[in-house]
């Protein structure tokens, strides 16, 4: 079946590195994205990764995969206090042909002095 | 490019009343998804069309929520009647449709209140 879990809090001091974890359960090849949500705003995708690739790397934002216990992670260098928002966790699996796109419960990301 | 339109914002009605939610997707693209965000989740997908035909409407409530996209552009959504526990955003996406990736962009969704 199709699940994706995620731990629901995070809390930085600006400047340090935030890591957000995320759980998926799908057994065939898929896409996993990182999306960002802030407060009365839409999802905007951050980035993606393939499942066959450990990691992926975009300016301040690291992505790292472990096919093995299928576990996700994102990692933001130099956290802002622009970077609070929520971060879901998505997946599309391969499997089924219809682009289905599913997401975790979200990790809401605060970033203080 | 334009992006995912939706309409209204926001809305406030009385449980047992009926509402309707608008999107219109980017254009040509094939897949539309509607999803439930409640206060404090992440989205669950409520139905999936690829066109104009349904691939995914396992979660949503069809004893009081339909929805459709006639000729494979805009849809609705409509619950009839509401429930207090319906009151969420309602976010509208779409995506292109094909083997690779491709991003699903997303409107800024209603907000949805019932009282």
């Known amino acids: 079946g199709e699940d994706v879990e995620q731990s629901l809090f995070l809390s930085v001091r600006e400047g340090d590195s935030s890591v957000i974890n995320c759980t998926y359960t799908d057994s065939s090849s898929t896409y996993l994205y990182w999306y960002k949500q802030e407060p009365g705003a839409g999802l905007q995708l951050l980035t993606y990764?393939?499942?066959?690739?450990d990691m992926k790397q975009d300016q301040r934002l690291t992505v790292l995969l472990n096919k093995k216990d299928k576990h996700l992670s994102l990692r933001i260098a130099d956290t802002q206090t622009g970077d609070s928002a929520i971060y879901f966790c998505?997946?599309?699996?391969?499997?089924?042909?219809?682009?289905?796109?599913?997401f975790g419960a979200g990790t809401r990301l605060a970033v203080h002095p | 490019e334009a992006g995912v339109a939706q309409s209204p914002r926001y809305k406030i009605i009385e449980k047992r009343q009926s509402v309707a939610f608008w999107c219109n997707p980017i254009s040509g693209h094939a897949t539309l998804y509607w999803y439930q965000q409640i206060l404090g989740q992440g989205p669950k997908l409520l139905i999936q069309?690829?066109?104009?035909?349904?691939?995914?409407d396992s979660q949503l409530p069809k004893d009081r929520f339909s929805a459709e996209r006639l000729k494979g552009v805009d849809s609705t959504l409509k619950i009839q009647p509401a429930k207090l526990e319906d009151s969420a955003v309602y976010l509208c996406a779409s995506r292109t449709f094909g083997a690779g990736n491709t991003e699903a962009f997303f409107g800024q969704g209603t907000r949805l209140t019932v009282v």
């Open positions: 990764i393939f499942s066959n690739m």
């Open positions: 998505a997946e599309t699996p391969i499997s089924g042909g219809y682009n289905k796109l599913i």
């Open positions: 069309f690829q066109n104009n035909g349904v691939v995914d």
